[in-house]
Structure formats: C-alpha cells, structure tokens
C-alpha cells in the first residue's frame, strides 16, 4: 500500500474513534447538556420543519413530525446506543466466550461426574420440584448414592468412572434451536407483550447475539487445547479448570477482539429496527430508530433522514473500520 | 466420497426437530400467563367502546366470555402443577389440553385461531404469502444474479496489487452496505424514488389498490425487492469475490493460465464451479434472512405481506399469528437446508448421495 493511502486510512480509523468517543459522551452526558427543548416534548408551533436558523429558540437540526426538536432526540437516542447496546454486546461477548470455551475445552467427555453426584442431583430435583412420592422416592435416591459413594471408595477404579457432562452436544442443541429462526423474529416474539424494561431488552438481545462470538470460541478452542503449552500445563498437574480460565481462555478468546465491533453494530441495527418498528418500549423514548420511523408519515424530511440516517451509518462504519483495524493488528 | 446421504437425513431431522422444539417453546411461552394476554386483549377492546356500567362483574362475564372463544379455559400442558396452603400436587390431563389440541390442529394443516377476532389464522396467511412469495423469489433472483455478476467484476482484475480504481470503489461499497440495517436501507430507497419532493418515479404505497392493472403492482414491487437484494447482496459478492481469489492463486489456475485461457475464461470455467461450495452455504442462510427482512421492507413499503401481518401481530400481541410465524419461517429455513444440500451435490460431482 502507497504512503498516502495508508496515511488516509489512519485518518479514517481515528475520525471513527473520535466519532464513536463523541457517541458515547453524549450517551452519558444527555441529559446535562444545555440543549434548549425537552425531549420528547412537541413543540406545537413547529411540526416537521426544516432546520430554520432565524428563529429563537433555533431548532438547530429542524423538527419531527411529531414537533420533538431533532437535535435534542439525536443527543438522548445515543444514549440507547449507550445505555442497551453497549452493555448488550459486552454480556454476550462474556457469555459466548465462557460457554463458547467450555464447549471447545471439555467437549462431550471432558467432565465425568461420579455415579453418586447424579442420583444426588436427580434426588433434590425430585424433592425441589415435589413429584408424586416426594419423600420415598428423594430418600430411596439418597440412599443409593450414598452406596455408590462408599463403593467408590472401597474399590478405586483403573478407569475414570460416573457419567460425563455432554457439554458439546448440550451447546450444539442450544445453537441450532436459537438458530432456527432469524433473530429478528425471535426478538419480535419476545418483545411483542406489554413494553420491556430496559434490563429485559438487554436480555433479550443477548439471548439472541451470544450465539456467535461462542460459535468462534469454540472453534479457536478447540485448536489452542491440542497446542503444546495446554498440555504442558495439564502435565504440571494444575486442576482442569485454572488450565481451562488462565492459560486456554485468554488464547481461545484472541478473534473476539476483532468481531466485538462488528458484533456491538449488528445489535446497534438490531435495537433501531425494533424502534423503528415500535416494538418492545414506549413510543416515546428518544432513539435514532424511533425517529427514522416518523419518515413514514411525512417522507420528505430529509433533515431527519439525513441527521438520524447519518448519525447510524457514520456509527456502524465507524464500528466496522475498528473491527478491520483490530483484525490487522491481531 | 463423502457420505452425504446420511448427512442430509441427519441434518434435515434436526433442523425439523430445532423446529418442533423452537414452535412448542413459543405456544407454551405465550400461553403461559393466560390471565394477562386476556387483559391485553380486552385493552384493546376496552379503547374502543368505553362506555361500560357495572364494570367489575362485566368484566368477570367478559373474560369468561373470551377465554371460553379462544379455548383458553382447558389446561395448558398434559401436566400441572398446583400449590394449595403448601402442599404440592401433580395432575394429568391427558389429551384434554392446549398444547395437544395445537398439535393435532397442526397435523390436519391448521394453525389455530387468533386472539382478535377468534377466527382461522391459515386464510390469512395464504392471502399475505401471495404478496411475500413474489417479493422473496425475485429478491433470492435478484440477489444471486447480482452476486454473480458483481463477484466476477470484482475478481477480474490484476491479483498481485489487490482492487484498485473502480474495483476498490466497489469493495468499499460493498463492505459499507454490508453493515447496513435494512430498514435505513429501505427508508433510503423510499426518500430518494417515491418522494414528491424529490424522484418520483416509482410508486410505493399500496392502498386498497387490488383491482390495478398488473404492471402497476409489479412496479410496485420494484422497491422492496430493490431493498431486500441490496441487503443481502454484499455478504454474498464479497464470499464468492474472495473465494473466486484463492481460486486463481491455485495450481491448476496457472495451468489453465499457461495453456493460454484468456483470464475471463479462467474465471467463467475453471474457478466459479470450484468457488461456489462456500456460496451455497450462504444460500441456505439466505432465505431466513429474506423472510425477516420481509417483516421491514413491508412496514416500510405498506405492503400487505407476512412480513406485515407479523408486525401487526406484535402490535396486537395476537401470539397464535407469531407462532404460526415461528413455525413457518422455521420450515422455510428446512427447505433451504435441504435445497443447499441438493445443489451441493449438483454443483461438486465428487459428492455422491450414499444411501
């Protein structure tokens, strides 16, 4: 590559990093910024006007259909950006990794549980849950695994024995049920009852965004477990699971760092749809979506197109441009 | 060789078990607090016609009334469980319940009723696929016609420098409307041809417009479908663009190259049949993709679609028209599946159906 083009991709990537950081202060700092309207408050006066900078108080980027000063909603929708997507993207990164490597390092076999462990379990499941015969039934189970338990002590086996946890198959089942349907529709679904917390939109994101940084994961995983440095570490004796959370984890987790950004975009679309959809909140929580969406009844405004639409595409591109520069780093 | 008979039977099964299970899943969901969907449902009402004396007990006959009409009244599963003053107990029900009663409606073709008005939701689905059907063909069309085309411009050129000049402009195109959602994507195409401001070239809104001559509707159709291959289209171009450049890194690529093929031949036949395996896997995805990008190209376009009927239904909180979505997409999904599988068996002749 020539000097000048990489010098004009270095622009690009800080100008996104520079757009991205004024996102977030915004996000956090909404609503202590002097703006002069409300928001979510219409201004009667002026519905769905051009930005007219005459007038005071000026409605610096024009008004929505609806009268709600476009400016103020542009500042208050990044702090959705904020306050759904960003957390959502952290927990399921988190959780994608932590279930994503289990899979990967333990696979079907990796974690046998001891004979009397299972009867222990199906026993307080038997008592928790109150199915017909609680106390026989809980105690007969009892009994037996503390028999198993004493026979396993007086007959030390040759071979690991008990039932393992089939982690794999376990994750490979949950993905292909979530996969099953696009995850628009799954968010849909969820969210098509009374309005959502935000807490529970978060969830909701996460249940359906987990699924890829763990498909990765596990991949990565099961390639670094064969690597010499794990099995030396095994052959140190150090307990399954610190070999697994220090030494194969922070390994197997490398790729995450490059797809985050892609990731943190798929949900910033995602969340936008569903308030540009209406779906899962109250009409009038302030979001770029939401405002994308009165374009419906008034498909003029290009003021809204263009301070909405723009403030979204400048983010997602900006987010992509940090995923590719990660990935050339990594 | 690759068995791949097997491997189609087991990859078909579980996507139809992934189906069963992900639809059960929803109708028990949904049904599970059967006291508050029926308080939604009669929100809804209520706003209608709000004049109602003697409130309470109304309302007690009311929610009797429609709990009666939906069959809301039998139990939900083949087992519950209930709790007096502590003490727990288990009952079974056998085949006097919802969930049961779902299933067998499903096996005679019937997708149950809805929660608005109690009436068949099957009709409505048929009427809303005679739009969707066409828009998701000629975008599937569209989209991989266009994946094509644009994947071997992209390719074409010289390999050592990467893209340059046009090809670059593409590739950054490309990768820019990759991260797009699609309903900026649609509301875009809207502003810039069906606005009365601007170009209106296009006509966009369909209002009670079923008696027009037929190339009005399919003008119609021509934005939507505009907005779904767009959506759709970089993922695909960018795959085979990539895959048709390892191709031409290959051995046999310089071969061909030494005999003398000029390099739109190479492309044409030696690297594309090669460089279609990873495409096809992004096909069996892409049909899916279509369907819930249906959901937003019909809100936007008003057109009266499944995708619509599912957003209405959102709206409504009408769960049996969401389940049958569910259903639906799922087994949509299947037969992408087993349509991928069958064009990879097409598309590579070393793979051969073993029984």
Known sequence: ?330 | MIPVGRWLVVQVGRAGLAAWAIASLVFLLSRLNTEKSIDLLLDETDSLHSTVLNAGEMKATQRQAVAQRLGLTEPLFYVTRTQHAGVVSWHWHGGHNQYHRWLTGLSHGQLGLSFRDGQPIGPRWWAALAYTLPLTGLATLGATAGALALGLALAGGPQATGPTGWRAALHLLLTGLQGLPLFALALGLLFAFANPDALNILPAYTDSATDEPWHQQALRLVLPVLALVLAVLPELTLLLASALSHELGTNYATTARAKGLTNKQLLRRHALPNAMLPLLTAFAGLLPTLVAGAVVVETVFALPGTGRLLAEAVMMHDYPVLVAGVLLTALVRLLALTLADALYVWADPRIRLVP
């Open chain 1, 1 to 330: 590559m020539s000097q000048s083009a990489c010098r004009s991709t270095h622009t690009g990537f800080w100008l996104g990093i520079g757009w991205l950081l004024l996102v977030l202060a915004s996000g956090l700092a909404a609503p202590w910024l002097p703006v002069s309207f409300p928001p979510a408050v219409p201004d009667l006066l002026h519905m769905a006007e051009a930005p007219a900078w005459a007038d005071s108080p000026v409605h610096w980027l024009g008004t929505d259909p609806q009268g709600r000063d476009v400016l103020t909603e542009l500042l208050y929708g990044a702090r959705q950006v904020v306050s759904i997507s960003l957390p959502a993207a952290a927990l399921a990164t988190l959780v994608g990794a932590l279930a994503g490597g289990a899979a990967g390092f333990w696979g079907n076999s990796g974690v046998r549980i001891p004979w009397a462990g299972w009867l222990a379990v199906v026993a307080a499941c038997w008592w928790w849950l109150a199915l017909p015969g609680r106390w026989t039934v809980s105690l007969s189970l009892i009994c037996m695994a503390g028999l198993a338990w004493w026979m396993s002590r007086r007959l030390p086996p040759a071979k690991p024995s008990g039932w393992p946890i089939p982690f794999d198959s376990l994750f490979l089942g949950i993905l292909t049920l979530l996969g099953a349907v696009p995850r628009l529709l799954i968010v849909l679904v969820f969210a098509a009852g009374p309005a959502l917390e935000t807490s529970q939109i978060v969830a909701l994101l996460v249940l359906v965004a987990w699924p890829e940084p763990a498909r990765q994961v596990r991949a990565q995983m099961l390639r670094v477990r064969e690597l010499p440095f794990v099995e030396a570490a095994r052959a140190a004796g150090l307990p399954g699971m610190r070999v697994w959370y220090r030494h194969a984890l922070p390994h197997a987790c490398q790729p995450l760092l490059a797809t985050a950004p892609l990731s943190l975009a798929g949900l910033i679309g995602l969340e936008s749809t569903l308030a540009f959809l209406g779906v899962g909140r109250p009409p009038d929580v302030p979001s770029w979506g939401n405002l994308l969406g009165t374009l419906q009844q008034e498909p003029g405004a290009w003021w809204v197109l263009a301070s909405a639409g723009g403030a979204l595409v400048l983010t997602l591109v900006a987010l992509q441009q940090l995923g590719r520069q990660l990935l050339k780093r990594t």
